[in-house]
């Protein structure tokens, strides 16, 4: 039974419930799917466009800036640049077809304390150098330090204010974050990842994301590594073989388009 004063109640319209004072409505607004067919492998893609988001992972400048830690440890981070033009044309398109954009970046906090000796070691196995939360020598900022400019997103790509931030501090963007509570309320089935390192984030989040039950998109031309290039032979292999599919923005937005 409706009533003209009912009042939504949750923060995505893809999940809400309608109430009042006697009344509580389960019944959720469905959505006419926006279907996009697409070259893509193993297999050609058909994606409904209102149940998908994107996901980009740590265009950092911490990654991506001349300036940045990558550089700075003596890392040649130009490959990790690769992903800034494509998305940079891709995101405002997906956006105007209504597909939410998801930053989900390192933001430690500053005392480290959800940080495990493990993580740390990963980037300062010997205990001295440069690692998380300490200064860079170019500028002082703290390594992916939440609300640092090292963890800031590079400044080629634009952030607008319906982009939605998740703060992560693992590989795995879906480890000790709310992003799959955030992926569930808006009532997303589909993941395109695009992001660096391709062979360690961004392949860290999209695993976790195909055993969580997301259908899971590699972006090919919005990915990259700084590792070796075996490294993204391997990944996008696995990917196909295992875990989802690839494709590429440039074929997505021509077909949106």
């Not at 991506?64 to 992903?83: E, Q, Y």
């Not at 940080?115 to 990963?122: C, E, I, K, R, Y």
Request: a negative charge; aromatic letters at 8%.
């Amino acid at each position: 039974m409706s009533s003209p004063d009912l009042v939504a109640l949750g923060s995505a319209g893809a999940n809400q419930w309608r109430v009042n004072k006697t009344t509580c409505d389960l019944v959720r607004k469905t959505r006419a799917p926006k279907s996009v067919s697409f070259a893509a492998e193993p297999q050609n893609l058909s994606i409904d466009l209102t149940r998908s988001a994107i996901i980009v992972i740590d265009m950092q400048n911490d990654f991506c800036h001349p300036d940045g830690w990558l550089a700075g440890i003596g890392v040649d981070m130009t490959p990790a640049r690769a992903p800034i033009e494509p998305l940079s044309k891709a995101l405002p398109a997906l956006r105007k077809a209504g597909v939410p954009v998801i930053w989900v970046n390192w933001g430690n906090r500053p005392d480290k304390l959800n940080l495990s000796p493990s993580v740390l070691h990963v980037y300062k196995p010997d205990g001295r150098g440069i690692g998380i939360g300490d200064p860079l020598a170019s500028n002082g900022a703290h390594v992916l330090e939440k609300d640092s400019w090292a963890a800031a997103i590079v400044d080629e790509l634009a952030i607008e204010p319906d982009d939605i931030h998740v703060d992560k501090y693992r590989m795995s963007g879906f480890w000790d974050t709310p992003l799959d509570s955030i992926l569930r309320n808006l009532g997303v089935t589909t993941l395109l990842f695009a992001g660096v390192n391709l062979d360690q984030c961004v392949f860290g989040t999209l695993l976790d994301a195909n055993c969580l039950g997301y259908d899971c998109v590699l972006l090919t031309d919005c990915s990259a590594t700084t590792s070796p290039a075996f490294c993204t032979d391997a990944t996008i292999y696995n990917v196909k073989q295992c875990f989802g599919f690839t494709a590429t923005a440039t074929d997505i937005i021509a077909a949106i388009d």
